[in-house]
């Protein structure tokens, strides 16, 4: 927010509006007049994928949004508990084909990026993977962590801590 200010006497604020998989950020914004002063930061999934995944959206991203900039970008990971004997995606696989149960994974949301490429990883690999949506990363890192799902999908960040700690196992990354 400090580098947004382009004057001091300025003053500018983050909100945070999760959810809804970027659905609630969007109705904030596209509610807000349209004089520049509020913008959002949000991921692909917004403009890209929003339209596709609802019915009749409210807001149209590629209407009613005018995009600025790429900031950041970042990747996705397929993370197991240390517990799982699995080392990498091919041993994932060759697991949940055995033991139709591991073939679950979580993610930080419905309709989120994450939960499309886990569709993905099943349907290349053939097996039916069921997803298990979470609201929100640190939900789902503590049931990697307990065990309560056998793989997730998000941010490689949400991973990485628990990965060099030992106590998850990156076994992909896009």
């Known amino acids: 927010a400090e ?3 382009v004057q001091p006497a300025r003053t500018v604020w983050v909100e945070n509006h999760p959810g809804a998989s970027g659905r609630l950020a969007v109705a904030v914004l596209t509610s807000a007049p349209p004089d520049g002063n509020t913008l959002l930061l949000a991921p692909i999934l917004i403009p890209v994928l ?3 995944s609802a019915a009749a959206p409210a807001d149209d991203p590629m209407r009613d949004l005018a995009p600025i900039t790429q900031v950041a970008d970042f990747e996705f990971a397929m993370a197991v508990p ?3 004997t699995a080392r990498d995606l091919a041993e994932f696989v060759s697991r949940a084909r055995a033991h139709p149960d591991l073939a679950t994974y979580g993610t930080p949301g419905a309709g989120s990026m994450a939960h499309l490429l886990g569709i ?3 349907r290349q690999a053939g097996i039916d993977m069921v997803h298990v949506p ?3 990363a640190a939900s789902l890192v503590a049931n990697l962590l307990g065990g309560q799902v056998p793989a997730g999908i998000g941010a490689l960040g949400d991973f990485l801590q628990p990965h060099r700690e030992g106590r998850l196992r ?5």
């Open 3 to 5: 580098h947004l200010r």
């Open 50 to 52: 929003l339209p596709l």
């Open 120 to 122: 993905l990883v099943g």
């Open 82 to 84: 240390a517990s799982q």
């Open 134 to 136: 979470y609201s929100g």
């Open 170 to 174: 990156i076994v992909a990354t896009s």
